[in-house]
C-alpha cells in the first residue's frame, strides 16, 4: 500500500458456537496463510499478521445470543503468497474440522494464473485461499 492509502476492511467478524473448535480451524487454517491468533480473551479470538495486536479476523459467539449461521452468499477471500500456501490453508482446513468446497488448483475461468481453494469453516463460513502470481 502507497503512503496515504488505507484498507478497505479494518476487521471482519465470523460467528462461531464452539470457540474451541474454532481455534483449532482457524489456528491450522489462517496460520498456513502466515497469520496468528493475536489473543483470546472471554469466547473471542484475534487473529492477524505478526505485530498485529488487534486482529483482522475476529471469531466470537453472536452478541445476539443465537446460534451463528454461515451467510449464503458471503465468503471471505483470504491472499496467499504462493500456490504451495493455498494447498497448505485447504489441508489444514479440512484436517481441523473444515469442509472442501473446491479443491486447490489453477481457476483459468477467472484468468490467467489465477490458483484458489475454498472452504467452510466447522460453523460453515465459507473462506476461499487465493494466489496469482504478480505480471512480470
Same mark, same amino acid.
Given at each position: ?44 479470538? +484475534? ?12 471469531? $466470537? ?9 454461515? =451467510?449464503? +452468499? ?22 481441523? =474440522? +473444515?469442509? $472442501?468446497?473446491? &479443491? &486447490? ?16 469453516? &466447522? ?14
Amino acid at each position: 500500500m502507497g503512503a496515504g492509502t488505507r484498507p478497505v476492511v479494518s476487521y471482519l467478524t465470523l460467528g462461531a458456537d464452539d470457540i474451541t473448535q474454532a481455534t483449532a480451524f482457524y489456528d491450522a487454517a489462517l496460520g498456513a496463510l502466515g497469520l496468528r491468533r493475536a489473543w483470546l480473551n472471554d469466547g473471542w479470538a +484475534g487473529y492477524g499478521p505478526e505485530g498485529d495486536d488487534h486482529g483482522t479476523i475476529l471469531i $466470537c459467539a453472536p452478541f445476539n445470543g443465537e446460534p451463528a449461521r454461515a =451467510g449464503n +452468499g458471503i465468503m471471505i477471500g483470504l491472499h496467499a503468497e504462493s500456490a504451495a500456501q493455498v494447498d497448505a490453508f485447504h489441508a489444514a482446513a479440512v484436517a481441523n =474440522g +473444515g469442509t $472442501c468446497e473446491g &479443491p &486447490p488448483g489453477p481457476r483459468t475461468t477467472y484468468g490467467e494464473g489465477f490458483y484458489l481453494a475454498y472452504v467452510r469453516d &466447522p460453523t460453515g463460513n465459507k473462506l476461499s485461499a487465493f494466489y496469482r502470481p504478480e505480471p512480470a
